[in-house]
């Protein structure tokens, strides 16, 4: 028999296979509501970082915006502030329909095609793309998030559209929409994005044409959500791939993990690092203020405040979800001493 590649996607089906995972559970509702509580007052007020204004509809976001919703995995949420308010996904859409792409193709073929190491530079950098060999180097950054959708099914741009809509509204558990207004700012400003897609086609790195290509991308980052929808979004990665609040089967859980992995080292792009140090989990941030924070097993959270850092990273978002992965329990690496005498094998 031959050897099994640690690069080869496995021969059986996992959404079958016995579950061996270790989860744990989120603390009592209340202390949850408690926790959340502290987190918004504690940062509410906190005015560091600026709103966006490289998009020029962006700009008109109000500083003051700021919300917290946690979704476990029974679907029960906890919520407090501007979690009703719409604004543009942007970047929060990348792992989204990295995980259409790898439950279309197979996650080892879209590793292939797309990479999944980090880049350490910016989210829209072209350096990026001319220093590796492999021109795309992991879905979250622009380069290989705009290959990322140039690989969604369909044969034409409204097909493509469609599935990429489609598949991220099964993920927030209702209709997505455009924000036109976002959508014709961006259509008007993305001469970079249409760049890198040209880069990209010379290579032989994108897979349909670099205008259209561009287009679906910036419409899936122009889709109107709110905290409560990113929350119900990243609790379905939390939760095997099923919608905890609509019960439906959004990707497979084989998919799931590969998609949490490639945003716990690279969903705050050159800041990944800092943030798995601090804070434990994957998440992804996003150009309007949106951040996902996903602790698999036990649920999905979700901030909005559009002040970013440097980086293009919420400043509220950071601290809240700071100090909640903490306080819930979410770090990934967080262990205690083993208690009492060993099982037996």
């Known amino acids: 028999m ?3 590649s640690m ?3 496995l021969p059986f089906d996992e959404a079958t296979r016995p579950a061996l995972v270790s989860t744990g559970n989120l603390p009592m509702h209340t202390e949850i509501r408690r926790l959340v509580t502290e987190a918004y007052e504690l940062y509410r007020d906190d005015d560091s970082g600026a709103v ?3 998009i020029p509809v962006l700009a008109q976001a109000s500083p003051k915006l700021f919300g917290i919703a946690v979704v476990g995995p029974w679907g029960r949420s906890f919520e407090i502030g501007d979690v009703e308010t719409h604004f543009s996904i942007q970047s929060v859409s990348k792992p989204f329909v990295f995980a259409l792409v790898c439950d279309t193709l197979g996650y080892e073929a879209a590793r292939v095609r797309l990479g999944v190491n980090s880049t350490g530079f910016p989210f829209n950098s072209l350096m990026a793309v001319e220093l590796n060999a492999e021109r795309t180097m992991n879905p979250l950054v622009n380069a290989g998030a705009i290959a990322t ?4 099914p369909g044969a034409t741009l409204e097909e493509k559209w469609a599935s990429v809509r489609e598949r991220l509204s ?5 209709e997505l929409t455009i924000n036109a207004e976002v959508y014709a700012s961006e259509s008007a400003t993305n001469l970079r994005n249409q760049g890198i897609a040209h880069l990209l086609r010379s290579y032989g790195r994108l897979y349909f044409d ?3 290509a561009t287009d679906i991308y910036t ?3 122009s889709l109107d959500v709110t905290a409560h929808d990113l929350a119900v979004m990243a609790a379905t990665l939390a939760n095997g791939g099923v919608n905890p609040v609509s019960g439906d089967r959004v990707i497979g859980p084989g998919v799931c993990r590969r998609v949490l992995a490639v945003m716990a080292s690279a969903g705050l792009y050159e800041l990944s690092g800092d943030w798995l140090y601090q804070i434990g989990v994957p998440g992804k941030s996003g150009v309007s203020g949106g951040i996902v924070t996903v602790a698999p097993g036990k649920g ?5 405040s559009p002040p970013l850092d440097a980086a293009g990273n919420s400043v509220r978002g950071q601290l809240a979800s700071k100090y909640l992965a903490e306080r819930l329990g979410l770090n990934l690496f967080a262990s205690v001493p083993a208690q009492g005498s060993p099982p037996r094998f």
């Open 2 to 4: 031959a050897e099994l």
């Open 7 to 9: 690069h080869e996607d």
């Open 52 to 54: 966006a204004d490289y």
């Open 149 to 152: 959708t140039s690989l969604a």
């Open 170 to 174: 099964m993920f927030a558990g209702r």
């Open 210 to 212: 670099p205008e259209e």
């Open 219 to 221: 419409r899936q980052c």
């Open 300 to 304: 999905g959270l979700a901030t909005y």
